[in-house]
């Protein structure tokens, strides 16, 4: 086991507890992968799921974007399916598709034939995560990930992508007990993987639950807000901070943040400032009595990944929006600290040197005095 490193100058580190960072942080969902050339490269002819089980590989496809544009974070390279993976679920990741599962998951002989998960079958991408950590600065933090219990049911459940996730809300729908089942049978996984990402000495982590706008509130809470609290919980102990993001999830950006998360990730829809408002007001319903400002959560977020091709007068007023829209939420005490990212992952024909300078443009910008 990895002592964790005391990052005490980090700016990541730093914006997500409410502390003023040296710069203003910045890192990007999906920097690594097919928008660099030298990415593209070092996986010629390496299957997807097997990078993710090649500790130097892996390492090295996680630098890449971290050297090529002075981001404040490196975000392991891996996927929300690695873990399933490492337990022996027969699946893959289809090029120009994503993760498709061989027998997907309906019924509940199907959910107790899953198999377990043990920290012993990822130890390639702890060794990953060792090199990682030997080749960043102090200022700069590594973040582990998972894939939360929505978003990872839905690929067991529906076999792979699905653009209405129609089979996973039947089920939870039609047979509320199963997808219960469901739900306790995946959250010690998503657990166990990231114990071992921290065991191995993550600096922070983020959770995704991708496609959890695909759900009414109602339903989300009902649903899936249970067993996301779980997890979260179930990590608190390690003391970084724990990022919560999901796409089109504006109506449930106060259920998310009752998940506990220090960090809520903001999808590109919402304006910033109404984001943090809706936090803190869902949060202070279920905690009266704390005062505002302990709603506060950090805001991770939310260029719309599509700005990359506009040019970079378009980029550098979207950036100043962002920034100002937020400044103003800290301000006012509904957020915390402001750490920048897009509002989705970087699509994969994005001109590299785009990202670059929208970097230049986040640290050119002085953080807020606190
Ligand atoms: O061959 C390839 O290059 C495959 C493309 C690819 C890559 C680069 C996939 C398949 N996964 C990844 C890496 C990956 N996946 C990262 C790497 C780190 C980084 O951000 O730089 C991360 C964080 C993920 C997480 C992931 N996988 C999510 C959550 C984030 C998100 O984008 O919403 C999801 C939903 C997946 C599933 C997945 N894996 C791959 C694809 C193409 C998909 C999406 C498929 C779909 O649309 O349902």
Redesign the pocket.
């Known amino acids: 086991m990895t002592l964790r490193r005391e990052l005490t100058d980090a700016p990541i580190l730093d914006a997500a507890a409410g502390r003023t960072p040296s710069r203003r942080p910045v890192w990007f969902?999906?920097?690594?992968?097919?928008s660099l050339p030298e990415y593209r490269q070092v996986?010629e002819g390496i299957p997807?799921l097997d990078s993710c089980f090649m500790p130097e590989l892996l390492a090295e496809i996680t630098m890449q974007p971290v050297r090529r544009h002075d981001v404040d974070a490196a975000?392991?390279?891996?996927?929300?399916?690695v873990p399933l993976k490492a337990a022996g679920v027969d699946l893959d990741?289809v090029?120009g598709r994503?993760?498709v599962v061989a027998e997907p998951i309906r019924t509940a002989a199907d959910i107790d034939a899953l198999p377990e998960f043990s920290p012993e079958q990822v130890e390639k991408v702890q060794e990953g995560i060792s090199i990682i950590l030997s080749e960043l600065t102090d200022q700069q933090a590594l973040i582990g990930?998972a894939?939360a219990p929505f978003?990872l049911a839905s690929y067991l459940v529906e076999g792979g992508?699905s653009k209405n996730h129609e089979r996973t809300k039947a089920l939870m729908h039609s047979e509320p007990e199963t997808w219960d089942r469901l739900m306790r049978k995946i959250t010690p996984l998503i657990s166990g993987f990231l114990r071992a990402q921290i065991d191995a000495g993550i600096d922070a982590l983020q959770l995704?639950d991708?496609w959890a706008g695909f759900l009414t509130e109602r339903d989300y809470r009902r649903f899936v807000l249970p067993h996301s609290t779980n997890i979260l919980d179930s990590v608190a102990d390690a003391g970084i901070p724990r990022i919560h993001f999901g796409?089109g999830t504006g109506e449930l950006l106060g259920a998310m943040a009752e998940a506990g998360p220090e960090v809520v990730g903001v999808d590109w829809r919402v304006p910033m400032d109404k984001a943090a408002h809706r936090i803190a007001d869902s949060l202070d319903r279920v905690n009266s009595g704390d005062g505002r400002g302990e709603q506060a959560r950090a805001l991770q977020g939310n260029l719309d990944p599509a700005l990359f091709f506009a040019g970079d007068d378009a980029l550098r007023s979207e950036v100043t929006r962002i920034t100002e829209e937020t400044d103003r939420a800290i301000s006012e005490g509904v957020a915390r600290g402001h750490i920048f990212n897009l509002g989705?992952?970087v699509m994969p024909n994005t001109d590299p040197e785009a990202i670059a300078r929208t970097v230049e443009m986040v640290h050119a910008i002085e953080p807020l005095q606190r």
């Open positions: 969902m999906r920097q690594a992968g097919r996986r997807m975000i392991l390279f891996s996927d929300i399916v990741i090029p994503g993760p990930f894939g978003t992508p995704f991708s796409v989705h992952g």
